[in-house]
């Protein structure tokens, strides 16, 4: 099975997320759960570090484009 984000590489993380009774999975190779893991965690270590500037808005849309792959937010309607 392929990766769910690049398409090229074999996926060996298999995530599963469950919100608001929905459950969402995504397949990923290990260099592309490294990159989505490390911007969320760097992002959280950030913003716990006393002094630490906040995010940027890149940064912020970059956390937020993670976050939503892995769990897209509901349909607005």
Partial sequence: MLCQRCAEREAEIF????????TYTRDLCP?????DYGIFLGAL????APGAPPL??????EVRRVLD?????????
């Fill in 15 to 22: 995530q599963t997320q469950q919100v608001d009774g929905k």
């Fill in 31 to 35: 260099a592309c759960a490294n990159a």
């Fill in 45 to 48: 270590l950030q913003s716990q």
């Fill in 56 to 61: 940027t808005a890149e940064e912020e849309q």
């Fill in 69 to 77: 792959a892995a769990a897209p937010p509901p349909d607005e309607g």
